[in-house]
């Protein structure tokens, strides 16, 4: 019995060595790319503070009123970087929901800008923002209109209205 008990604590012996101090610092210490990382996958939200921030090149004076049109008259909200803008549109069938979807993508396709779009059974959430040159630009605009005009077009409803998991049609 004590020559099996001294088997298993030669067995147990090497995890009880003491660490240095210096060496747990450098194990508990978090990696350069930490706070990197954690910028990168900030979330997009909608904000109401932050400012339109326009690209390279974009004339922000001729832009800015366009701009606050779509933000206080139609629905749209900046991201809290001020650099895209979003927009969730209802619909009372999935099929209308799709057909809205559809309709932006030809539009997006024929003038090669495309928006970043998430379809749900009864909504349609765009995002526009420009990567080339990075910010808002005419096209953004230009194409949060087109979404508002196809959207009246494919009869799209308060939010209220829109179609829900276990609704009827
Ligand atoms: C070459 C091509 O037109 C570009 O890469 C386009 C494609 N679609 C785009 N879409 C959006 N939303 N922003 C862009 O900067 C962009 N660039």
Excluded at 13 to 33: D, K, N
Aim: aromatic share 6%; glycine share 8%.
């Amino acid at each position: 019995m004590y020559v099996r008990a001294m088997k298993c604590l030669s067995v147990i012996r090497p995890c009880t060595r003491i660490i240095p101090s210096s060496h747990i610092t450098r194990l508990t210490s978090r990696p350069a790319f930490w706070n990197r990382s954690v910028i990168l996958h900030q979330p997009r939200m909608a904000s109401s503070t932050a400012e339109p921030r326009f690209a390279e090149g974009e004339d922000a004076a001729q832009l800015g009123p366009d701009m606050q049109s779509l933000l206080q008259q139609q629905g749209w909200a900046l991201d809290a970087d001020g650099m895209g803008i979003t927009k969730t549109f209802h619909f009372k069938t999935y099929f209308k929901a799709v057909s809205f979807l559809n309709l932006i993508a030809s539009e997006s396709a024929a003038k090669r800008h495309h928006p970043t779009m998430t379809v749900r059974i009864g909504s349609v959430d765009v995002h526009w923002t420009t990567h080339h040159p990075r910010g808002l630009t005419q096209k953004d605009i230009t194409l949060a209109r087109h979404c508002d005009q196809g959207a009246t077009l494919m009869g799209a409803v308060e939010a209220g209205d829109g179609m829900k998991c276990g609704s009827k049609p």
